[in-house]
T-cell receptor
Framework: NAGVMQNPRHLVRRRGQEARLRCSPVKGHSHVYWYRQLPEEGLKFMVYLQKENIIDESGMPKERFSAEFPKEGPSILRIQQVVRGDSAAYFC????????????FGPGTRLLVL | EDQVTQSPEALRLQEGESSSLNCSYTVSGLRGLFWYRQDPGKGPEFLFTLYSAGEEKEKERLKATLTKKESFLHITAPKPEDSATYLCAVQVVPGNTGKLIFGQGTTLQVKP
């Protein structure tokens, strides 16, 4: 009974490097959400994707951040030229459908930017 | 602006001491309200979904209720293993992206 899987669990990057975070949803789920939890802050929505489509990216920073959910393979959250303020826990969630369907969360990726 | 506020920020209870956590929301329209539990270093774990005022859900020592303005998570005779951060989140209408808007959470500590 595999839930949402995320890797890596911990990622250390130096300023200016790229970070790639991966998320494999629950088997059969085609809706993926990314959230960010900054230190001492609550979870904030970033982006919602279906297979090969970005549905809502209203929570994504305008620059350096991108996300994809290809037909095959995991969803990827990519952060280019990381800065210290990007240090946070990034959580992926998946659901069977949108709307009233429950979202199930992965264990998160803790990104530390040195 | 859609908003979720949880209180208290932190709560300390003795084992067996029942209490309630509050989640107040101000939204254009409520599609659903969700309760999650988060342990340190882990992802949120789903507890309950409530859709309409008057609805109640129960699971072991936890009971969630919903009114038109707030939700309560009642914890009856808590045990130390109930210690965690409890998160409340809403999905709103109009709009159908399904994104969750979270409160800041209530950190519960239950002492033996």
């Amino acid at each position: 009974n595999a839930g949402v899987m995320q890797n890596p669990r911990h990622l250390v990057r130096r300023r200016g490097q790229e970070a790639r975070l991966r998320c494999s949803p629950v088997k059969g789920h085609s809706h993926v959400y990314w959230y960010r939890q900054l230190p001492e802050e609550g979870l904030k929505f970033m982006v919602y994707l279906q297979k090969e489509n970005i549905i809502d990216e209203s929570g994504m920073p305008k620059e350096r951040f991108s996300a994809e959910f290809p037909k095959e393979g995991p969803s990827i959250l990519r952060i280019q030229q990381v800065v210290r303020g990007d240090s946070a826990a990034y959580f992926c969630a998946s659901s069977l459908d949108r709307g009233q369907e429950t979202q199930y969360f992965g264990p998160g990726t803790r990104l530390l930017v040195l | 602006e859609d908003q979720v506020t949880q209180s208290p920020e932190a709560l300390r209870l003795q084992e067996g001491e029942s209490s309630s956590l509050n989640c107040s929301y101000t939204v254009s329209g409520l599609r659903g309200l969700f309760w999650y539990r988060q342990d340190p270093g882990k992802g949120p774990e789903f507890l309950f979904t409530l859709y309409s005022a008057g609805e109640e859900k129960e699971k072991e020592r936890l009971k969630a209720t919903l009114t038109k303005k707030e939700s309560f998570l009642h914890i009856t005779a808590p045990k130390p293993e109930d210690s965690a951060t409890y998160l409340c989140a809403v999905q709103v209408v109009p709009g159908n992206t399904g994104k969750l808007i979270f409160g800041q959470g209530t950190t519960l500590q239950v002492k033996p």
